[in-house]
């Protein structure tokens, strides 16, 4: 990785590597939009930390979440600070109780969030609804699709992401939607 490469992702730069190889793998290659999602490469130790648990020690991304405003969101710690609400990328192999690789995760009681990858004008595109949306399931899945189909695309942390009063920000009435979700049991049931 040369030194280029590295300043795209702030953190730990052994970690930065891992992220780029990590995009790579879902088309994201442009170091000038790369810069502007804000990714923190985090070690092991700083994602558990981040985290709150154990559970979750490998290296991993902080992909930062912000609204139509392009503002960065935050939530409220049960300890009552103010944080930045982000999802972490896991890049190590952590299995669930059932044995699915948990690929994703955020801290505890941060809610749900949409995600709006901070490439587009979500103002201007909220408001109008000529305007095509995809809505995808993955922070990747959007950011791809913004940089390889040139539509705004909406990620959700998953399925049950549509609970979020976040869509209230958009003017849904006579707007093309197309929702691209992944093929799980989970949305099919919603769909």
């Known amino acids: 990785m040369t030194n280029d490469l590295a300043g795209m992702i702030r953190g730990d730069v052994a970690v930065a590597a891992l992220v780029l190889a990590d995009l790579k793998k879902s088309g994201i290659t442009e170091s000038d939009e790369i810069k502007k999602l804000g990714l923190e490469a985090l ?13 979750f020690r490998v290296p991993s991304y902080a992909i930062p979440y912000f609204g139509i405003d392009r503002k960065p969101m935050t939530y409220q710690a049960p300890s009552g600070k103010l944080l930045p609400y982000v999802r972490f990328k896991l890049l190590g192999g952590i299995k669930s109780k059932d044995a699915k690789v948990i690929k994703y995760t955020q801290p505890s009681g941060s809610g749900i969030h949409l995600y709006l990858p901070p490439l587009v004008d979500w103002a201007a595109v909220a408001k109008d609804p000529k305007r095509k949306i995809l809505i995808t399931e993955g922070e990747k899945k959007s950011i791809a699709a913004i940089l390889h189909l040139g539509i705004p695309t909406i990620g959700t942390g998953g399925v049950w992401s549509f609970k979020t ?4 920000g958009f003017v849904w009435k006579d707007r093309d939607v197309e929702i691209a979700y992944d093929g799980d049991p989970a949305a099919e049931d919603c769909l």
């Open 43 to 55: 070690t092991a130790e700083r994602t558990a930390a981040l985290t709150g648990s154990n559970f």
């Open 165 to 168: 009063p976040d869509l209230n």
